[in-house]
């Protein structure tokens, strides 16, 4: 009696471990997978951010298009300079002669902004779409306050080095 006691505490005791073993596998895998899926929610909400600021600022280009086609549906007959001049007239409308276009930048968050880019054209056509895109509108400050070697001639702390070793 004695004996059987002994052994049936052994494997009580080894099933025990083992189970104890895969229940901390187990919440392990599943804090692992509530992070992970709370990382991929973050990524998703901002993804979705973008996609909403992007189709608002898309929704205002179309808006901008609407204004400046029923403009230049007014002003049918007249030359393009006429037309340009009153397209670049408008708030938010700029002309660059360079490039013979009238464009328009459609500010988004976190510093982009939508650029429109129409070419007038004689006809029915009135206008060509020469360009739609997003870019990054914002500052861009360099930060050159760290030396660091551009690859040509010695940089300060070299020149040191070379100096200490003399």
Excluded: H
């Excluded at 052994?10 to 919440?27: A, E, Q």
């Excluded at 997003?134 to 100096?163: L, R």
């Amino acid at each position: 009696m004695a004996g059987e006691t002994f052994r049936n505490k052994v494997n009580i005791g080894l099933s025990s471990l083992i189970l104890i073993f895969i229940v901390l596998c187990l919440s392990t895998f599943g804090l692992l997978s509530l992070s992970s899926a709370r990382g991929d929610l973050e990524l998703a909400e901002r993804g979705a951010e973008a996609v909403k600021a992007y189709y608002e600022a898309d929704s205002k280009g179309q808006k901008w298009l609407e204004k400046t086609d029923s403009l230049l549906m007014k002003m049918e007959g007249k030359s393009l300079a006429e037309k340009y001049a009153a397209l670049a007239a408008e708030p938010g409308n700029v002309y660059d002669e360079a490039a013979g276009c009238i464009f328009t930048d459609i500010p988004m968050e976190k510093g982009q902004s939508l650029r429109i880019e129409a070419v007038l054209t004689e006809g029915s056509g009135r206008y060509e779409i020469r360009a739609w895109y997003v870019y990054d509108s914002g500052e861009y400050n360099i930060d050159d306050a760290m030396p660091v070697w551009d690859g040509k001639g010695e940089t300060e702390s070299t020149k040191a080095q070379q100096e200490e070793s003399k």
